[in-house]
């Protein structure tokens, strides 16, 4: 794995959820399912970039357990820059972490799905905060 090539494409997938906030574009269409998907692809990457660089493997989809496999100095720094109480970081990334798999093909689902964009754009952002800090420490 390209690491430097790795952390720009997390951050690439950030700069697209930013650029696809429903507050952020005045597009006909509704942009927080872009936003949403972009967001979620961008932490996966970015857990992924910050595990290789922990010397560990990193591989599926699945939010929760690439950040579980994480140093715990990671995981604090990680729940600590959102801004987020431990309790709500927990559930909302329990509740986020198969966000990416589940929301971009949400055109083939029926009912109804709930989830945070807040919460996954915060979270997307303290994961790439803390592969560039680790970077930028090499």
């Known amino acids: 794995m390209d690491l430097a090539l790795s952390q720009a494409t997390a951050s ?47 591989h599926g989809h699945d939010l929760l357990s690439l950040f579980m496999q994480l140093s715990d100095e990671k995981k604090i720094e990680i729940a600590d820059e959102t801004g987020i109480s431990i309790e709500d970081f927990a559930a909302h990334l329990n509740h986020s972490k198969k966000a990416f798999l589940e929301w971009r093909y949400i055109y083939e689902e029926s009912g109804e799905k709930m989830i945070s964009l807040l919460f996954i754009g915060k979270f997307a952002a303290a994961v790439e905060a803390a592969g560039l800090r680790m970077k930028n420490a090499v």
Request: hydrophobic residues 45%; contains cysteine.
């Open 12 to 58: 690439a997938f950030l700069e697209a959820f930013r650029r696809c906030e429903p507050d952020a574009n005045d597009s006909k269409y509704f942009m927080a399912f872009p936003a949403l998907v972009c967001a979620a692809f961008s932490a996966e990457v970015g857990l992924k970039t910050i595990l290789k660089r922990e010397g560990k493997s990193a």
